[in-house]
Structures are given as structure tokens and as C-alpha cells.
């Protein structure tokens, strides 16, 4: 499984991005996928995950309301859409991988991991 994430970048307080995971191989549709951000010096911090289906999401609450995980199965592609972003949103972003069909916010449980992608927002 190789992971591949985008769409980071500088934006403004209040702005938004979308961040695109992109799974090569034909069996995305089969791993529950999450994001995780990590800031130096800080633990690996849970974001959002989906289930297989794109069912089910969960997020942390410091960005419930805020930000939206999806996915599109056709494409093998993972999605987090993140409005209204604040200063405290600024750090490396990845996504990962688990063989359970709905994985929790337990980074344990992420059997595969893609590089990050920086996020910064100014104030």
C-alpha cells in the first residue's frame, strides 16, 4: 500500500484547503482510512477517519464542525476538506490506512501510512 498526500500550503486564519490522499493499488476500497497530524515535539494527534464504504466518520473534536473527511472508491482517493482554519491547525498532515473496515482514532490501528504534507496557517 502506498500512500501519497497533497494539497497542503500557507492560508490565512479563517481560509481553507483541501487536503487528497491518493492509494495506489486497486484495493482502496477496502482499508478504513483516517488522517493524523503531528506539530514538533507533540504526539501523532487523530483528525478524522472513514470507514470503507464512506459511511461512517469520526472526528476529534477540536475539529468537528470544521473539517470533512471523505472518500471516492473510483478514484482511490481520501479527502479532508478544512474550513475556518485556525493557527492551532498548523502542522504535518498524513493519511493512513487500516485493514479494519471503520478504523478508530487509535493510530495503532493504521497498518499503513503515507508521507505528510505541511499545513500553516497565519493569523
Known amino acids: 500500500v502506498q500512500l501519497q498526500a497533497c494539497g497542503g500550503g500557507l492560508v490565512q486564519a479563517g481560509g481553507s484547503l483541501r487536503l487528497s490522499c491518493v492509494h495506489s493499488g486497486r484495493t482502496f476500497s477496502q482499508y478504513g482510512m483516517g488522517w493524523f497530524r503531528q506539530t514538533p515535539g507533540k504526539d501523532r494527534e487523530f483528525v478524522a477517519t472513514?470507514?470503507?464504504?464512506?459511511?461512517?466518520?469520526e472526528y476529534a473534536d477540536s475539529v468537528k464542525g470544521r473539517f470533512t473527511i471523505s472518500r471516492d472508491n473510483t478514484a482511490n482517493t481520501l479527502y479532508l476538506q478544512m474550513n475556518n482554519l485556525k493557527p492551532e491547525d498548523t502542522a504535518v498532515y498524513c493519511c493512513a490506512a487500516s485493514n479494519m473496515a471503520f478504523a478508530n482514532s487509535q493510530a495503532s490501528t493504521y497498518g499503513y501510512w503515507g508521507q505528510g504534507t505541511q499545513v500553516t496557517v497565519s493569523s
Open positions: 472513514v470507514s470503507r464504504t464512506g459511511g461512517t466518520t
